[in-house]
């Protein structure tokens, strides 16, 4: 069917995706911030927002198609008479698009988690909003250089990424960055979380100078474990780069020397591929380093049976 493109009428965006289809609506979430004239929220539940209405462009984004706090959102979306978008490679998403004649994305099929294909489904929720007239095409060039530039400099990367996880290994990784990439340090934590099997604390600034900075005392016995990483863009504002600076003496002395991931790209986007690739092999050579396969894990698996016992 051909795409509904919202005209002045639409007020807000909504984008519900839990896992990696949440963190990729976050990403993107970020990156139009300033560009769409609206404003987004990226609905991580079973519910919507009362403000959902036929005035909002709605995005279901779930790899599976089956993700059941996604669905349930799409189907309170559907009485509220949103426009909707759906973006999955199959399952209960499409279905219903289908039965309602909903206008969707469909994703290569096959991959065994949906944390694998975070690029693709970016690229479908830009897509989307590409196609409803809220974006401009900037984003496509954007995406075939990151593409370029990742494939030259891989095997640097991936040297990097093996160096930094050494460091990590038997370490609390804090990673702290500007709140532009709050989404992008997330993504790091997700990616440390379920394929290394390893803990992992984000925080932003200038947010945690306001609180978590004066934490940084107790318990003493943990604070030589902890490992702050610093993930650092070229669009990260002046005064957050000065704040960062002079609080490295305080985290370094207290704990060790501090690990700087600095973005490489012309644009934000480039940006964060080159992040999201450095920080995916950074997460894989962790697994490697504590013996484990980066895979899910039996703690999901089990969570998951017992959850559909209970349907």
Same mark, same amino acid.
């Given at each position: 069917?051909?795409?509904?493109?919202?005209?002045?009428? %639409?007020?807000?965006?909504?984008?519900?995706? @839990?896992? *990696?289809?949440?963190? *990729?609506?976050?990403?993107?979430?970020?990156?139009?911030?300033?560009?769409?004239?609206?404003?987004?929220?990226?609905?991580?539940?079973? &519910?919507?927002?009362?403000?959902?209405?036929? #005035?909002?462009?709605?995005?279901?984004?779930?790899?599976?198609?089956?993700?059941?706090? %996604?669905?349930?959102?799409?189907?309170? !979306?559907?009485?509220?008479?949103?426009?909707?978008? $759906?973006?999955?490679?199959?399952?209960?998403?499409?279905?219903? =698009?289908?039965?309602?004649?909903?206008?969707?994305?469909?994703?290569?099929?096959? $991959?065994? &988690?949906?944390?694998? @294909?975070?690029? #693709?489904?970016?690229?479908?929720?830009?897509? !989307?909003?590409?196609?409803?007239?809220?974006?401009?095409? *900037?984003?496509?060039?954007?995406?075939?250089?990151?593409?370029?530039?990742?494939? /030259?400099?891989?095997?640097?990367?991936?040297?990097?990424?093996?160096?930094? =996880? /050494?460091?990590?290994?038997?370490?609390?990784?804090?990673?702290?960055?500007? $709140?532009?990439?709050?989404? @992008? !340090?997330?993504?790091?934590?997700?990616?440390?979380?379920?394929?290394?099997?390893?803990?992992?604390?984000?925080?932003?600034?200038?947010?945690?100078? #306001?609180?978590?900075?004066?934490?940084?005392?107790? +318990?003493? *016995?943990?604070? +030589?474990?902890?490992?702050?990483?610093?993930?650092?863009?070229?669009?990260? #504002?002046?005064?957050?780069?000065?704040? @960062?600076?002079?609080?490295?003496?305080?985290?370094?002395?207290?704990?060790? +020397?501090?690990?700087?991931?600095?973005?490489?790209?012309? &644009?934000?986007?480039?940006?964060?591929?080159?992040?999201?690739?450095?920080?995916?092999?950074?997460?894989?050579?962790? =697994?490697?380093?504590?013996?484990?396969?980066?895979?899910?894990?039996?703690?999901?698996?089990?969570?998951?049976?017992?959850?559909?016992?209970?349907?």
């Amino acid at each position: 069917m051909d795409l509904h493109r919202p005209g002045s009428d %639409t007020r807000n965006i909504v984008i519900s995706g @839990m896992g *990696a289809s949440g963190i *990729a609506a976050n990403l993107v979430e970020s990156l139009t911030f300033g560009r769409v004239p609206i404003p987004i929220t990226v609905c991580k539940s079973y &519910s919507l927002p009362q403000f959902v209405s036929p #005035h909002t462009l709605f995005i279901a984004c779930s790899y599976t198609g089956d993700t059941e706090e %996604t669905v349930a959102a799409l189907h309170k !979306a559907l009485l509220k008479r949103a426009s909707i978008i $759906a973006v999955a490679s199959g399952g209960k998403l499409l279905d219903i =698009a289908r039965e309602y004649n909903l206008f969707y994305i469909q994703l290569p099929a096959g $991959a065994e &988690s949906g944390r694998y @294909m975070i690029g #693709h489904m970016m690229t479908a929720l830009l897509y !989307a909003l590409y196609h409803t007239n809220l974006i401009g095409a *900037a984003f496509i060039k954007e995406t075939e250089n990151a593409i370029e530039y990742i494939d /030259r400099g891989e095997k640097a990367i991936q040297v990097e990424a093996e160096l930094i =996880a /050494r460091k990590l290994k038997g370490k609390l990784p804090i990673i702290y960055c500007d $709140a532009r990439l709050h989404a @992008m !340090a997330t993504r790091f934590q997700q990616q440390l979380n379920e394929n290394s099997k390893h803990l992992a604390h984000v925080n932003v600034f200038p947010e945690m100078n #306001h609180n978590e900075l004066t934490g940084w005392q107790h +318990p003493e *016995a943990i604070l +030589p474990l902890l490992q702050v990483i610093y993930l650092y863009s070229d669009h990260d #504002h002046e005064r957050i780069e000065k704040r @960062m600076e002079i609080c490295r003496s305080i985290f370094e002395g207290k704990s060790n +020397p501090i690990i700087d991931i600095v973005a490489e790209g012309a &644009s934000l986007l480039e940006q964060y591929y080159y992040l999201l690739h450095l920080t995916d092999w950074i997460s894989y050579w962790l =697994a490697r380093e504590n013996g484990v396969e980066p895979d899910p894990s039996e703690t999901r698996l089990y969570l998951k049976k017992e959850l559909d016992k209970s349907q």
